[in-house]
């Protein structure tokens, strides 16, 4: 009988255990959000200044039942936090926070029942919008300052268990509002800082800093504010305003299969303002709105097919932003696999022209133009490239460059282009010096690859990116 009792007791013991290190996976359609006093400064996603962010916020789970009682709080020992970002298995929660008032933004990590906080990267400058990848690493932008370039931000990705932290990002912009798409690549937005600055546009990248492509551009009236986000329903949800305007006014969605086409219109505030937003189920959308008469931004509920907009949760002493609802895209996205060589300290670019290799291979003509590269180290280079117009460079990994197309009088008429990069063993391809390319270069096998590669070495590695000692930064390619 006592040993019977002692087993029960044992038994009590490591139930009491489990429920007390409560790894439980938050429930579907529970909201996670930052709540900020009304009186206070609302924090801002992505903002390039993040010491003019001095509200006391928290970040709070809300109670699904009723969202207006008892929010549970999971930042209450720092000064203030923003930018949630929940797990893929809803057991842990990412955010950038602030321990005192004048200490720089950083990320941390808790779980979702409060416990295990957990400081991830260095104090030394402003580190923002975090977000999870599918195998539990994590993503997030760190501000940097450069004297003759200004300032940007840099994506970063970090193993949480190792500490181990690399860029992937390498041009002079401004990278923030990263989130995952489905198919395993980062999204965010990116503004060009130098040589000269540039609107918004949407990026995509592969986690291992390769294939870094614009993914779409705003039209030119328009300016994109904060995040995009994927749905479950195909479509890359964002926010946006006339240039002119302030804060974003519109909702708008592209077709992931083709973010080319026209951006579809879901709903337009004249008045009011749109803080941010988070991908409901099926058709709905969550975002945290300020109404025109409302001295608050609150919660509501947006379905995306008629543009109706229902209350979910407004108090007259808080803003509520940022919103996370757990379980609202059940798929989880992709673990892409990486094909760096890290013993390969360069890459390789082949860059076609669309309508030079068509004209090549129909009607015989050579090209008539000159490709200028642009480094952050090196004087600019002129390159010829062959018949079809092809390219075919080597270049060292993390060190970007721009390129323009320059016709016989040395004047440009295409370009510049993007800044972009190559990573360690990267073959990397360009066609087409319009972000909205259509049309795809003729079938057939660059010339340029059959003679050897142009060497583009010492165009300049992006070392504003790497100052950041505490993070255990390192170049891919220096491995060795």
């Known amino acids: 009988m006592p040993l019977v009792i002692f087993s029960a007791m044992a038994m009590i013991a490591l139930l009491f255990f489990f429920l007390l ?162 198919d395993g690549r980062i999204i965010y937005t990116s503004r060009q800082v130098f040589p000269s600055e540039t609107s918004p546009v949407v990026k995509a990248i592969r986690p291992d800093g390769t294939a870094n492509m614009r993914f779409f551009t705003a039209a030119e009236d328009q300016r994109i504010h904060g995040g995009v ?68 931004i609150g919660l509501y509920k947006l379905n995306l097919k008629d543009g109706s907009i229902d209350l979910y949760l407004n108090s007259p002493g808080y803003h509520y932003t940022d919103p996370v609802i757990a379980g609202a895209v059940q798929s989880v996205p992709k673990v892409l696999p990486s094909s760096l060589n890290p013993s390969m300290n360069y890459g390789i670019a082949v860059i076609v022209d669309p309508v030079t290799s068509y004209l090549s291979r129909n009607k015989g003509s050579n090209a008539e133009f000159r490709i200028l590269v642009r480094s952050l180290a090196k004087a600019d280079t002129l390159l010829t490239p062959a018949s079809d117009g092809s390219l075919y460079i080597k270049l060292d990994t993390a060190s970007p460059i721009q390129l323009s197309k320059i016709d016989s009088d040395g004047r440009i008429t295409e370009g510049p282009t993007d800044w972009f990069w190559v990573m360690p063993g990267e073959r990397s391809g360009f066609a087409g010096w319009n972000p909205r390319q259509y049309t795809a270069p003729a079938n057939q096998v660059p010339l340029a690859i059959n003679e050897p590669a142009a060497e583009l070495f010492g165009t300049g590695r992006a070392e504003y990116v790497n100052h950041i000692g505490l993070l255990k930064t390192n170049y891919p390619g220096d491995e060795n």
């Open 21 to 182: 290190r409560g790894d439980k996976a938050l429930d579907d359609g529970t909201v996670i959000v930052v709540r900020t006093q009304a009186s206070e400064l609302v924090p801002v996603s992505g903002l390039p200044d993040m010491n003019s962010v001095r509200g006391m916020s928290d970040i709070v789970v809300l109670n699904s039942k009723n969202p207006s009682v008892s929010p549970r709080i999971l930042s209450d020992k720092l000064y203030s936090a923003n930018s949630p970002y929940l797990s893929t298995d809803k057991t842990s929660v990412i955010f950038a926070a602030k321990r005192t008032e004048y200490s720089n933004w950083q990320i941390f990590m808790i779980r979702t029942n409060g416990r295990g906080l957990k400081e991830l990267s260095g104090p030394e400058t402003n580190c923002f919008d975090p977000f999870f990848l599918p195998d539990q690493r994590i993503g997030y932008s760190c501000i940097w300052e450069h004297p003759s370039m200004g300032s940007g931000s840099t994506l970063y990705i970090q193993d949480p268990e190792s500490g181990n932290t690399k860029p992937i990002t390498f041009h002079p912009s401004a990278d923030h509002s990263g989130s995952m798409l489905l």
């Open 229 to 296: 986000r994927e749905n479950g329903d195909g479509k890359i949800l964002f926010l946006t305003s006339e240039v002119d305007q302030e804060g974003a006014k519109t909702v708008q969605s592209v077709s992931y299969s083709n973010p080319f086409e026209e951006p579809v219109t879901h709903y337009r505030t004249e008045n009011g303002f749109i803080h941010s937003f988070h991908p409901g189920k099926e058709s709905d959308l969550l975002i945290s709105y300020r109404e025109e008469d409302s001295e608050t």
